[in-house]
């Protein structure tokens, strides 16, 4: 046995069916697409959403809401979770390699949520009001990142 004999197992394939090819096939003439027509021509597909010239649904309905191309991303952690690392300075990469944020790049604001038993330095881009008091209460401080 060797590559020139192998095949597919009988019936697993179908003939592809032929059209437009003679009157005997039963699917001459015009190939199974009816007599004239957008849809009977060659090369013709149809846009995503197209009604057939109706006004499409997408178009139909009124846009709504406003996007902010200003809008800043921070990815939000709270102290309980700072509460874990026991480093004296916290820095965005030791929230990396500690798993609480993806990217060292992220801007990072510090939540209120839970307590902080140690005094930390944390840097971060934005603190809460009621973070930056807890953080200071334990003896810590609340060191600003400059803004990307």
Known sequence: MNLSNLHPAS??????????????SGRGKTAGRGSKGQ?????????????GGQMPLHRRLPKR????????????????RLEKITKKEVKPKDLVKAGIIKKESESVKILG????????????HKFSQSAMKKIEKA??????????
């Open 39 to 51: 849809k009977s021509i060659s090369g013709y597909s149809r846009k995503r959403g197209f009604e």
């Open 11 to 24: 019936n697993s394939q179908k003939n592809r069916r032929r059209v437009g090819r003679g009157p005997g």
């Open 113 to 124: 949520r839970g307590n902080i038993s140690s005094s930390k330095t944390i840097h971060a």
């Open 139 to 148: 003896g810590g401080k609340a060191v600003l990142i400059g803004s990307k």
């Open 65 to 80: 809401g406003f996007t902010n191309i200003f809008r800043e991303e921070f990815s939000e952690v709270n102290l309980d």
